[in-house]
């Protein structure tokens, strides 16, 4: 070992000028270090500042893989690393990646040519969320013990999502392994209401009418049924006691509503 | 461990949850998950993992613990990653001589540090916090590097054995890093193996690098190359019964393929007993 003199913070030193480097901040780092062999030290130092541009590109691209299948390689290449370039990783975990990518899609010319480019991309991190989330069992149907307890606050089960889209993205989104061409075969500004859940170990799609998705939204905070149909009428509208029961016996069967504590 | 047959494994990857999925007998005596893949999901990576770790010991690897940040190693980190040993019961838990994240920001990347004083007391700090927390001693990899500090003071080799005297943690020596490393930078492999403190090491990791414009990358995609396969004839002569890993992470072949690797490893460890 050598005179081991302690240099003072010259690890945060290193360790700013090096990443500020990677992330394509400033050049100090290149007088720290030495390089292998012959090589210029830029160009080793480039071997991460690629690594980390790759890396970030790659793990978008498993999160959006629908987006990149309608956008195509070369405008989806471009456009994610123009992202990877604004958007440092804030997260250990590299599949949170990319959360803020649909907004950045919306502010992104490809819109104009695009229209439901960012609501796809935000399909697709709903979906991510609920691959990574706990599976949640059917609940049975709440309207059986509803007429012992009439007060009961119920909520919405953990691991569901509503989605609602004024693009058809679901039907887009099931094309995503086959021919571009497949979009063609879709009437895409179909809107859509879709109860998204994570059942059985797999991400489970439910279509709904508007006006289900709008009654189940009303417990995404625990309400009872009087709560809910109230928030509810105020929000949309008045509801007759028959299109109330009917709501209710369709969203009851669906299992994803559950006693709040 | 049966400390008499040292046991070979492979790394698990998602490409092979199919395969694994069907429970047929395999070659391979042991897993190695990345800690990281499994931290944050309560969905199929972890119901595979924990599937696989019914039939298998299992070690778990990280590549974010950032051993060497000036920052500290983070807490919320840590705790899912107690977590995740509590639910997986691993032989071993290792990460890497290295830094990644700095500042709230992550690099995803296992980057180089000054071997120096600081560097050494900042990781024996770092480790001694880790072990603390977790109640375990760790394993720490020597990494591959494609450029060095200006400011170093001591050799890997030196740094490495100060900080497992010191902590009591343990080495998990790569074989291709320390392959890459010396074709890289020009040294010799076998040097840096009768430096290290063979005693220190826990487990080791054979993979094949990739070659561009002259030089080396650890990018575990091609099959262990001869060298290493040498080099690790040459450990198993220093020290005999240390478990193996091979990893693959990039073009990754059929499960056979990774089958053929481990018995590669089975046969040089056999006749490493033969000879004796």
Redesign the interface.
């Given at each position: 070992?050598?005179?081991?003199?302690?240099?003072?913070?010259?690890?945060?030193k290193?360790?700013?000028h090096?990443?500020s480097y990677?992330?394509g901040i400033e050049q100090n780092f290149l007088n720290?270090?030495?390089?292998?062999?012959e090589?210029p030290?830029r160009s080793?130092?480039d071997?991460?500042k690629r690594?980390?541009k790759a890396?970030?590109v790659e793990s978008l691209g498993e999160t959006y893989s629908a987006t990149w299948w309608v956008l195509g390689d070369d405008d989806y290449l471009k456009l994610a690393e123009e992202f990877v370039a604004s958007t440092?990783?804030?997260?250990?975990?590299?599949?949170?990646y990319g959360k803020e990518f649909p907004d950045f899609l919306k502010s992104s010319v490809v819109v104009s040519e695009i229209p439901f480019i960012s609501e796809l991309s935000r399909f697709e991190w709903v979906f991510k969320i609920l691959?990574?989330?706990?599976?949640v069992p059917n609940k049975e149907n709440f309207l059986s013990r509803l007429s012992q307890n009439p007060e009961m606050k119920l909520r919405l089960l953990p691991s569901t999502i509503l989605w609602r889209s004024n693009f058809s993205i679901y039907e887009i989104w099931k094309q995503r392994d086959g021919d571009i061409a497949a979009l063609n075969d879709i009437d895409l500004e179909l809107p859509e209401f879709i109860l998204c859940r994570?059942l059985e170990?797999k991400v489970r799609m439910n279509y709904l009418e508007e006006s289900e998705l709008r009654l189940l939204q009303q417990f995404e905070t625990p309400r009872s049924i009087d709560e809910a149909v109230a928030s509810y009428q105020n929000l949309y509208g008045e509801l007759t006691p028959e299109s109330v029961q009917s709501l209710f016996s369709r969203i009851g069967v669906l299992g994803v509503l559950e006693g709040a504590i | 461990m049966n400390s008499k047959n040292p046991m070979v494994g492979v790394g698990l990857r998602s490409t092979h949850y199919p395969e694994l999925e069907t429970g047929r007998e395999t070659k391979v005596d042991w897993f190695e998950a990345i800690s990281e893949n499994y931290m944050n999901t309560e969905g199929r990576p972890l119901k595979m993992l924990l599937q696989v770790r019914q039939d298998y010991p299992m070690a778990l690897h990280g590549v974010g613990l950032s051993i060497a940040s000036h920052d500290g190693v983070s807490p919320i980190y840590l705790n899912k990653l107690k977590t995740l040993i509590e639910r997986v019961d691993p032989v071993l838990v290792s990460d890497h001589f290295c830094w990644s994240s700095r500042g709230g920001h992550y690099s995803h990347d296992l980057l180089p540090f000054p071997f120096n004083l600081e560097t050494l007391n900042t990781i024996c700090q770092n480790v001694e916090e880790v072990q603390n927390f977790l109640g375990r001693q760790i394993c720490l990899e020597n990494i591959s590097y494609y450029l060095k500090s200006q400011n170093d003071e001591m050799s890997e080799s030196q740094l490495i054995n100060e900080v497992c005297r010191r902590t009591g943690c343990g080495l998990l020596l790569d074989l291709n890093n320390v392959d890459v490393n010396a074709k890289n930078h020009g040294f010799q492999a076998i040097d840096f193996i009768k430096e290290i403190d063979f005693n220190r090491v826990k487990q080791i990791h054979l993979a094949g690098p990739s070659q561009e414009d002259g030089f080396i990358f650890d990018t575990h995609s091609t099959p262990v190359p001869d060298s290493v396969w040498e080099l690790y004839r040459q450990f198993s002569d220093l020290k005999k019964d240390v478990p193996v890993i091979v990893e693959w992470d990039e073009n990754i072949p059929s499960f056979e393929v990774l089958e053929d690797e481990v018995e590669k490893a089975r046969q040089i460890v056999m006749a490493m007993e033969l000879h004796l």
């Open positions: 070992m050598k005179d081991a003199t302690l240099k003072n913070e010259s690890l945060e290193w360790q700013v090096f990443l990677i992330l720290e270090a030495t390089s292998m062999n090589l030290v080793c130092a071997i991460y690594g980390y890396r970030l440092p990783s804030r997260s250990f975990d590299l599949s949170d691959f990574h989330s706990a599976d994570k170990g | -």
